[in-house]
């Protein structure tokens, strides 16, 4: 449990940042919170006993900051934007799925102002969020883990140490990637099962059952794709994002990424059909449409070969 004396500023209150800063709160902390969107500020401080803040740099003296924001680079322009009045030996915590480049060169900043950075990105989604149920992946030196590990045990179940400075959000990268392959696997795969007229339910309840499952298939079709909700809380542009940081990743370290590449080519394809961002379970929805004009039966299927 967090220590009600410790003051804990959190930055961007979006759809996950907003469960942390209450998980936080619950914990024992004080929680300071900050989000452009002054409304939604005051309606979550109002509703959780958090101490709403309009000016950013009323944060600058609590002992621990984490941000949540949508990139890394906004990450770093925060930190900038408050470096020269953040409390010496103070403990930077970014939730944000940020690039680990932009992390190391955060790393490199912070300590010449005498701050310890960890980066701890999230990974469940907002339910889980909400009950305190998600995994923390956290890199950074271990003193600077075992400082923040009271907070991210507040917000996590399972809080995973990946190693130095920058692993934590590679190891999400890399989680997101492979979460957004399976999730275009099953939508290809569902497309195919469409045509052939077999019932989207009977594709999924069979491949829950099967060695096809993943959690796509357990969770994003029947919950948000089959009854067309489309409302999983994380944008199709995050996703595009992440999986662009792991083909980064990927590039960088010299290896093979075809599979993440070519996921990547059919996300920023969907990207490009919407007139805005949408949830990234629309990219079902994106590839089911694109084969709308088909036949839904195959007009022959090839002869199976004489046993």
């Known amino acids: 449990m967090a220590s009600a004396e410790r003051t804990v500023a959190v930055i961007g209150l979006g759809n996950i940042g907003a469960p942390v800063a209450v998980r936080l709160r619950s914990a024992g902390s004080r929680v300071l919170a900050f989000d452009l969107r002054r409304r939604v500020v005051a309606e979550l401080a109002g509703e959780h006993d958090l101490e709403a803040v309009e000016d950013i740099g009323a944060v600058a003296g609590a002992e621990t900051i984490v941000t949540i924001l949508p990139t890394g680079v906004q990450v770093a322009e925060t930190f900038d934007a408050l470096a020269s009045d953040l409390r010496r030996g103070a403990l930077w915590i970014d939730m944000s799925s940020s690039a680990p480049a932009h992390t190391l060169a955060l790393g ?3 300590a ?4 310890r ?11 889980r969020a909400w009950d305190g149920a998600l ?5 950074g030196d271990d003193d600077a883990v075992d400082a923040a590990m009271p907070f991210l045990q507040a917000v996590g ?6 190693g130095p400075l920058g692993s934590g959000h590679a190891m999400k990268a890399l989680n997101n990637g492979v979460a957004a392959a399976g999730l275009v696997a099953a939508g290809e795969a569902l497309t195919v099962a469409t045509r052939f007229g077999i019932d989207p ?3 999924v309840e069979v491949i829950n059952l099967s060695t096809g499952r993943n959690v796509a298939t357990e969770r994003k079709l029947p919950e948000h794709v089959l009854p067309r909700r489309f409302d999983s809380g994380f944008g199709l542009s995050l996703m595009v994002k992440d999986i662009t940081i792991a083909c980064e990743l990927a590039d960088h370290e010299r290896t093979p990424a075809e599979v993440l590449h070519r996921v990547l080519g059919v996300c920023r394809q969907a990207q490009r059909s919407f007139d805005a961002d949408r949830d990234h379970t629309e990219v079902v929805s994106w590839l089911l449409a694109e084969r709308a004009d088909e036949s839904v039966v195959p007009a022959a299927l090839p002869e199976a070969d004489p046993v």
């Open 108 to 110: 490199r900043r912070a």
């Open 201 to 203: 339910k009977v594709f």
């Open 117 to 127: 950075v960890v980066d701890a990105p999230l990974s469940g989604g907002v339910r």
């Open 135 to 139: 995994t923390v992946m956290v890199g």
């Open 157 to 162: 179940s399972s809080v995973q140490r990946t």
């Open 112 to 115: 010449q102002h005498g701050i």
